[in-house]
C-alpha cells in the first residue's frame, strides 16, 4: 500500500514569495490533515479535510495560509506572502476517518521542509 | 483549549526500560496516541489508548489513566534505534479524528 506522498521534500524561498505544497493521501482515507512543525517542536494541526469539506481551519493563519482539496483527494496548501516565521516542515497525514472505530492513527508523509530568508 | 507536559528529553541505556510520561489537560478527552519520528523522519504511529489500562505491542506498551489525565509510552529492551522524539496526541470527542499533539521527548539511547 502507498503511503502518502507530499511534494517538493525542501524549498528555499526568500520573505514575501509564495509557495506550495502538494499532498496525495492513501487511497480511501477520508481525512487529511496539514500539520506544521517547527524545529523542537509538536506537529501544530493547519487544517483538516474530510473528503473535500473542511473540518477545522481555526489555526490556519488564513490572511496568508490556504488550503484545497479538491475532489476529495489530492490537497494543495499555499503560503503567500511567506514570512520568516513560517519556516518548519509542512506535514501531510491521513485517516481513514471512520468515525468511533478509527484507531486513533494518523499516517504522515515525509514534509516539506520550508525555509524562509 | 488543551495542553499536553511530556519531559523534554530522557536518557536511557541499551537493553534497559524507559518510560515517557503525558499528562493531558482538555475537554471532552476522547484517546491517547503516541508516535515515534526520527530525526528527518515522518512522525509514525505507535499506539492508541481510549480506555484506561495497558495495551502492549510488541516492545512498546502505553498506559491511560483517564481519571488522573495522565498516560505513558514504556519501551522495553532499548535498542540503539529506538533513540528518536517521542510524541504523545489527544483527540476530544467532538472531534475524535482531530488530534493535539505535545512538544515531544527526545530519548537518546546510549550503548
Known amino acids: 500500500e502507498a503511503g502518502v506522498a507530499q511534494s517538493p521534500r525542501y524549498k528555499i524561498i526568500e520573505k514575501r514569495q509564495s509557495v506550495a505544497f502538494w499532498c496525495n493521501p492513501i487511497?480511501?482515507?477520508?481525512?487529511l490533515y496539514w500539520y506544521q512543525q517547527i524545529l523542537g517542536q509538536g506537529p501544530k494541526l493547519l487544517i483538516q479535510?474530510?473528503?473535500?469539506?473542511?473540518?477545522?481551519d481555526s489555526q490556519l493563519p488564513k490572511d496568508r495560509f490556504s488550503a484545497e482539496r479538491l475532489k476529495g483527494v489530492d490537497s494543495t496548501l499555499k503560503i503567500q506572502p511567506a514570512k520568516l516565521e513560517d519556516s518548519a516542515v509542512y506535514l501531510c497525514?491521513?485517516?481513514?476517518?471512520?468515525?468511533?472505530?478509527?484507531?486513533?492513527?494518523?499516517?504522515f508523509g515525509e514534509g516539506s521542509r520550508l525555509t524562509v530568508l | 483549549g488543551q495542553s499536553l507536559e511530556q519531559p523534554s528529553e530522557v536518557t536511557a541505556v541499551e537493553g534497559a526500560i524507559v518510560q515517557i510520561n503525558c499528562t493531558y489537560q482538555?475537554?471532552?478527552?476522547?484517546?491517547l496516541s503516541w508516535y515515534q519520528q526520527h530525526d528527518g523522519g515522518a512522525p509514525t504511529f505507535l499506539s492508541y489508548?481510549?480506555?484506561?489500562g495497558l495495551e502492549e505491542t510488541g516492545r512498546f506498551s502505553s498506559f491511560l489513566s483517564r481519571s488522573d489525565s495522565y498516560g505513558y509510552l514504556l519501551l522495553q529492551e532499548l535498542q540503539m534505534k529506538d533513540s528518536a522524539s517521542y510524541f504523545c496526541?489527544?483527540?476530544?470527542?467532538?472531534?475524535?479524528?482531530?488530534?493535539?499533539f505535545g512538544s515531544g521527548t527526545k530519548l537518546n539511547v546510549k550503548p
Open positions: 497525514a491521513s485517516s481513514l476517518g471512520r468515525g468511533d472505530r478509527d484507531p486513533g492513527e494518523l499516517f
Open positions: 487511497s480511501g482515507h477520508a481525512t
Open positions: 479535510f474530510q473528503n473535500n469539506g473542511v473540518v477545522d
Open positions: 482538555t475537554s471532552g478527552f476522547y484517546g
Open positions: 489508548n481510549a480506555l484506561d
Open positions: 496526541a489527544v483527540s476530544r470527542r467532538y472531534n475524535f479524528n482531530k488530534f493535539y
